[in-house]
């Protein structure tokens, strides 16, 4: 037995693989897979290697059969030539996973070719309506089927390097088999933007264009992130306080609420006394949208800026007063039961992730709220108007009180005199 052990570490030394620069798609690490398992492991259906094969997801697998039958048939394109081409690019594609893919040459390269078929024939018919009646399309007849495979094509361990879907497309295209739309054919990303934009907040496509271009897509996840992260990001700086006032208290304090129509909904801004915040849905996507985009931030680019922008949400709200006071400002809206739920599921999302206080991005607004609170004549001023000036007939009867109490007193004043 001691002799093995030398030779299977050796053995293990030769086989091992240099880490990839492709690498895009990652395994959810276990602190934040452990808060809640189900926002990062598809319902309905797999797409790529790491949930293949998973139990209940077998109904699908032939939904995904029939969507590679009619590509093939509606494009003439040979099932044989497709897996050629795979077969060339199998070292790159297992070169994105940061896992090593178990199946063989073969089971890959089929399993890959299925789901990226399937793939685009959803992002293709989602965008031309037409191509849904040409087949009977059971997945586009029941709606809430529609939304829970998108919800899963946005998890991070569920995704096919992009370059494949770009394949298909080309494929799709050189056999003119994609309707034209004012004389122009949608290209691959604007397919994907079309697909997505109902579920992740993604603004018009013409504002997102150039950038998407700029940066390349590696994956749905990477494309939604692309999408939001800010070209210019802010600075980074330590946070001295985890410690920030909840709407509710800087509301007392006087501050006021303000939803803008931002470009970028993780753009908070706070001046002169106004905190602006784009709006904010809450709906049965957005724990994976943003638990998602943590995890692939974390793990491809090393850093947090969404996590950040979470951590400020998370202290704003506390309670459900906070909720009511956000919704009531057309910030937040909520989908859920009631404000303590909302008030809850925000709270949820700062679970798992790691906050790095030392390099923040938020830290400038923290600062700005804490000084604002700390200043007592900004709560008195709040008070004086929220309680007794909250309404224009409430401000006028402290005026006529007022003017009794001095006519009064120069009553009192003017009968002392004549005395």
Not at 110 to 131: A, N, Q
Not at 308 to 320: P, T
């Amino acid at each position: 037995m001691g002799e093995l052990q030398p030779k299977n570490l050796k053995n293990k030394l030769e086989e091992v693989s240099p880490l990839s620069p492709q690498c895009c798609i990652y395994r959810v690490p276990k602190r934040l897979r452990d808060v809640n398992e189900k926002a990062y492991t598809p319902q309905v259906v797999s797409i790529g290697p790491l949930h293949h094969g998973r139990e209940g997801l077998e109904a699908m697998e032939d939904h995904k059969i029939r969507y590679v039958k009619d590509f093939l048939e509606r494009t003439k394109v040979s099932m044989e030539e497709c897996l050629k081409t795979l077969k060339k690019w199998e070292t790159k594609i297992r070169a994105c996973y940061a896992v090593k893919i178990e199946y063989n040459e073969t089971e890959l390269v089929e399993m890959v070719l299925v789901d990226s078929i399937f793939t685009f024939e959803l992002l293709l018919r989602f965008s031309y309506p037409t191509l849904q009646e040409e087949k009977v399309d059971r997945l586009f007849g029941k709606p809430w089927m529609l939304r829970d495979i998108t919800y899963d094509m946005l998890l991070l361990e569920n995704q096919i390097p992009f370059f494949i879907l770009e394949y298909l497309y080309s494929l799709a295209l050189a056999s003119n088999t994609i309707p034209l739309q004012h004389n122009m054919v949608l290209s691959m990303s604007e397919l994907t933007h079309r697909f997505l934009q109902n579920r992740v907040y993604i603004r018009p496509f013409e504002e997102m264009k150039e950038k998407i271009k700029h940066e390349g897509t590696k994956h749905f996840v990477d494309f939604v992130l692309t999408c939001h992260r800010p070209l210019e990001l802010p600075n980074k700086k330590r946070l001295k306080t985890l410690t920030i006032p909840s709407a509710t208290e800087l509301y007392q304090s006087g501050v006021k609420f303000e939803n803008v129509n931002d470009k970028n909904i993780f753009d908070i801004k706070f001046e002169n006394g106004v905190l602006k915040i784009p709006h904010l849905r809450i709906r049965g996507s957005t724990e994976i949208f943003f638990r998602n985009l943590i995890a692939y931030e974390q793990c491809e680019l090393h850093d947090h800026y969404i996590n950040d922008y979470v951590f400020i949400i998370d202290r704003l709200v506390d309670s459900s007063k906070d909720v009511d006071l956000l919704v009531k400002s057309g910030i937040l809206e909520s989908k859920l039961p009631d404000s303590e739920a909302a008030a809850s599921y925000i709270n949820s999302l700062d679970l798992g992730p790691i906050l790095f206080s030392r390099n923040f991005y938020f830290t400038d607004l923290c600062e700005d709220l804490n000084a604002y609170y700390r200043v007592p004549w900004h709560k008195w001023k709040a008070s004086l108007k929220q309680d007794y000036f909250s309404t224009p007939w409430a401000g006028l009867s402290i005026v006529v009180a007022a003017i009794l109490v001095v006519l009064t007193l120069i009553q009192t004043v003017c009968s002392i005199m004549s005395l």
